[in-house]
């Protein structure tokens, strides 16, 4: 089959010659063909991202335009008579220019107006024009963190979110698109095509701006950002400087867009090493903060100058400072509205749910993607059942407000250096607050390990690991009993004890998840976006010793079963 796809893409007049070119040079190598063409590229919690190159597995022109063209049916068929507008954003990886004009002229010409922005944008400045413009739907290609060799593709609906309910109707209308099907029509003079600018961002920031909840901070702390030659640069300077925050300073050598990362092992604030000039700039100016954004700008990573040290905070303990901050700061000014609601994943820490009850505030849990979450404000929004405050998840990723429906590392920005500035005027670091919610609610720690698996035989094995833990029903892991397991494929909550099971009302996804009897839990899901397996384990104990000790116990034993299956796997 991927022989076939093979052939008529090296004979197709839809596909360019660079493209013809490539797939040459490959012609003798199986392996290779077999990579890029063995399947088409799938849609995840993050859209459709993948490797830049030819092939249907990959990013490349043709791929961004038979996506298009399948968007642009699926919405003339939803909308008919209405008239449809479209979105687009870019971020600063290779191709990505190049393959948002590509979708601009192919929305252009299926006779829907577009808005394209004139330059790279974050992600969350898509989300908001969505809002801004009225469109039916939005487009942005990014890769978010992934390597320098990635690009991505993601869709939005009407509301500023990714898409989730009309997802399979969109892959179904892409899967039907041939690549005689695709239109397109030229970018120059083109009328269906708007260029956006800064009338758009200016009222970005000053809605931003209204989400301060506190102006009498200490505006002289000490800044240091990176955007990590992505698109943060300009929206996070602008809005810190707008607010009065006099004293950033951003890392120089990775201040400008560079698609090839140069500085860096990975563009992720995950990852520590991302940090290491800023580490360096903010030890010789005396730093308090560290602030970094990943590419396209809706994650943000913060380190933390402590006892001379500096910390690095994951995402679920920034999520918990920022969380316990906006309702402090909400209670303290009798403004914390009626029915009020926080939204996390279920890979996300239980402290959230501690904090929340103490202020009265309902947690809702969603399936890892932020789309869950902007899926969950819409119906908020539509039924006035509850007021949404915040939205975070593990992965760094954090919402305030509701005119952006995706995580915004601008926003999150912003309210980080304002906390931090708040307790800087008590005396504290976020460190020493981030204590103190612990000795109030209990110790919590968390780490994701990511498992990689590339090409089809990966897949294969990914699916035999998730089946293996699927059908061999753990009850205890590392001495601790598991008296509940959730299966979201299977749309189903098991109780070990009891030996019952009832339905669950969560989209169906191929994630599971182990509780614990301490209310501690694990959980394994295959990525939508990369050929990778997460394990997620969220491990609490009464001291941060007891806590990591039994992290350990349950993580050794979790990654020795997976080698063990793998092993019999051959």
């Not at 993948?50 to 249907?56: C, F, N, S, W």
């Not at 961002?201 to 931003?208: E, H, L, M, P």
């Not at 976020?430 to 110790?443: P, R, S, T």
Request: aromatic share 10%; glycine share 8%.
């Amino acid at each position: 089959m991927y022989n076939k796809k093979y052939e008529i893409w090296l004979n197709s007049p839809y596909v360019d010659d660079e493209l013809k070119k490539e797939l040459k040079e490959i012609e003798k190598i199986e392996s290779e063909i077999e990579d890029r063409f063995y399947k088409d590229l799938e849609f995840g919690t993050g859209g459709m991202r993948g490797k830049i190159g030819a092939g249907t597995n990959r990013m490349n022109l043709v791929t961004v335009a038979k996506a298009t063209q399948g968007i642009a049916n699926y919405l003339i068929e939803k909308y008919k008579s209405e008239e449809i507008s479209a979105a687009i954003a870019y971020d600063s990886r290779n191709m990505s220019k190049e393959f948002a004009e590509k979708a601009a002229c192919v929305f252009a010409a299926n006779n829907i107006k577009v808005y394209l922005f004139d330059s790279l944008r974050p992600t969350p400045v898509l989300s908001y024009a969505v809002r801004y413009y009225n469109c039916k739907a939005g487009v942005v290609i990014t890769a978010s963190h992934n390597p320098p060799e990635y690009n991505g593709y993601k869709v939005y609906d009407q509301f500023g979110g990714q898409v989730v309910q009309d997802a399979d109707k969109i892959i179904e209308k892409i899967n039907q698109v041939k690549l005689e099907d695709i239109k397109s029509a030229e970018s120059d003079g083109n009328s269906k095509i708007q260029i956006i600018g800064d009338d758009l961002d200016t009222s970005y920031i000053n809605q931003i701006k209204r989400l301060s909840l506190r102006n009498d901070v200490d505006k002289d702390i000490r800044i240091v950002f990176t955007p990590l030659h992505g698109t943060g640069n300009k929206p996070v300077r602008r809005v810190l400087d707008e607010m009065g925050y006099k004293n950033v300073f951003v890392v120089e050598e990775q201040e400008n867009p560079d698609p090839g990362f140069s500085t860096v092992k990975s563009p992720n604030p995950e990852e520590i090493s991302s940090f290491d000039l800023a580490i360096k700039k903010a030890g010789d100016l005396k730093g308090e903060i560290i602030i970094g954004t990943d590419p396209d700008c809706d994650r943000v990573g913060l380190v933390v100058r402590h006892e001379g040290e500096f910390v690095p905070l994951n995402g679920n303990q920034t999520g918990a400072l920022l969380l316990n901050y906006l309702l402090a700061s909400l209670k303290e000014e009798g403004r914390i509205p009626a029915k009020p609601a926080i939204v996390k994943t279920v890979v996300t820490s239980e402290i959230a749910d501690r904090i929340a009850d103490k202020y009265k505030v309902k947690t809702f849990d969603t399936l890892t993607g932020f789309k869950y979450i902007a899926e969950l404000m819409q119906k908020f929004e539509d039924t006035k059942e509850y007021n949404f405050l915040f939205g975070y998840e593990e992965s760094y990723g954090y919402l305030a407000g509701t005119f952006v429906r995706d995580k915004d590392a601008v926003i999150a920005s912003m309210l980080i250096c304002e906390m931090a500035a708040y307790y800087k005027g008590q005396g504290k670091t976020l460190v020493d607050v981030l204590a103190e919610i612990y000795d109030e609610h209990g110790y919590y720690i968390e780490e994701t390990i990511s498992l990689t698996f590339s090409g089809l035989a990966g897949q294969s094995k990914m699916k035999a690991i998730m089946e293996y833990f699927r059908e061999n029903k753990l009850n205890s892991l590392a001495g601790k009993k598991i008296p509940a397991i959730i299966d979201y494929k299977l749309s189903i909550s098991c109780d070990l004890i009891n030996g019952t099971t009832e339905r669950i009302s969560y989209p169906k996804s191929d994630v599971l998840k182990f509780s614990f009897e301490d209310g501690s839990w694990l959980v394994l899901r295959p990525s939508g976006t990369e050929p990778k397996l997460k394990v997620y384990f969220s491990i609490n104990g009464k001291s941060k010793d007891e806590a990591a000790e039994n992290l350990e116990k349950i993580k050794n034993e979790v990654l020795n079963m997976i080698d063990r299956i793998q092993i019999n796997l051959g």
